[in-house]
């Protein structure tokens, strides 16, 4: 994904104008190169963004580097949900708020003047940016290590190279900023740690079988192997999405359906083989496999 080619850099917006940035205490962010300014995400792209979240009640919604708030204003508006935006500056968040008391939706959606850098994400369901990519990058790993199945959607671009799991583009024919009139909206969600050594048993001719179960991973690009008995054969059809991951395994004359829930270092799930679906449990005994970047196709 060729992010910085898609839109042209906010730079360009600061030459026109659009921003006056204030000046930041150097301790309190990364070496950043390029400060992002001031661009309001338009109307359609805020809708786009929200939906492709899946925004519902119950959210709680995290904007980093909120502008005028229109993000969790609309969200809290609109779905109902609560969230805060930070953005450094102050000028913004008292705008901010104010257009949340005027929206009437003070009580779900706040404001808070602090570093998108020293923001502490634990609370969010879903996450939401319009940041130049190098922010992005330096946000990579806070990100990844969200709740499992927390949602991010990102305006414009991507998180350094960890692929997203949808992409959507806009038309915005009056977009100040970019020669394409046009928006990429991109949606990952934070997918659980399972890379590594997994033990379970599993139904066979002969009762029941120990599979073991070793498993890679690239963000939430998945694949793995399964031992039964003597035999290795290779997972098919892997899907990680938040907690939960599916696969498949064909195992002598049986097809073997996994459906995985995962918390912690532990599986509950169920498989079904023949049309029969069965309880299925596995433990993590090993993670050595957890920081494997080897690229998954
Ligand atoms: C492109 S605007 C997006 C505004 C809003 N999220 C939207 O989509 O309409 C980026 C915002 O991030 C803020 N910002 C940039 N760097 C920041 C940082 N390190 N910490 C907090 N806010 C920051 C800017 O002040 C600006 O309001």
Redesign the pocket.
């Known amino acids: 994904m060729k992010n910085a080619i898609r839109a042209i850099p906010?730079a360009l917006?600061a030459l026109f104008g659009l921003?006056v940035?204030?000046v930041?205490a150097e301790d309190?962010?990364p070496k950043?190169t390029e400060?992002?300014?001031?661009?309001?995400?338009p109307k359609i792209?805020?809708d786009t963004?929200l939906r492709m979240a899946n925004v519902h009640t119950g959210d709680f919604l995290i904007?980093?580097?909120?502008?005028?708030?229109?993000?969790i204003i609309t969200a809290a508006k609109e779905y109902e949900v609560k969230g805060f935006?930070?953005?450094?500056?102050p000028r913004?968040v008292r705008l901010a708020t104010e257009n949340a008391q005027k929206a009437g939706v003070s009580d779900r959606a706040s404001f808070v003047d602090?570093?998108?850098?020293?923001?502490d994400l634990s609370k969010a369901s879903v996450v939401?940016?319009?940041?130049?990519p190098e922010?992005n990058a330096v946000l990579q790993p806070t990100l990844l290590a969200l709740k499992p199945g927390t949602r991010i959607v990102s305006?414009d671009y991507g998180i350094g190279d960890w692929e997203p799991d949808a992409q959507s583009k806009v038309p915005v024919p009056e977009k100040p900023v970019g020669l394409e009139k046009a928006s990429w909206i991109y949606y990952w969600m934070v997918p659980a740690q399972v890379a590594g050594r997994w033990q379970s048993n599993i139904p066979s001719a002969s009762g029941s079988a120990a599979m073991e179960l070793t498993l890679t991973q690239h963000y939430q690009k998945v694949a793995g192997t399964a031992k039964i008995g003597t035999r290795t054969v290779v997972i098919e059809r892997p899907d990680l999405k938040g907690n939960d991951l599916t696969f498949e395994l064909t195992d002598g004359k049986q097809q073997l359906y996994f459906e995985a829930h995962i918390v912690g270092g532990q599986i509950n799930g169920q498989l079904q083989s023949g049309g029969k679906k069965l309880p299925w449990r596995a433990v993590m005994v090993d993670t050595t496999n957890r920081n494997s970047d080897r690229k998954i196709k």
């Open positions: 906010f917006a921003a940035l204030p930041h309190e962010q950043i400060e992002t300014p001031y661009v309001p995400s792209v805020v963004m904007d980093l580097g909120s502008g005028d708030g229109r993000i935006g930070v953005d450094y500056d913004l602090q570093n998108v850098f020293k923001t939401t940016i319009y940041l130049l922010y305006h």
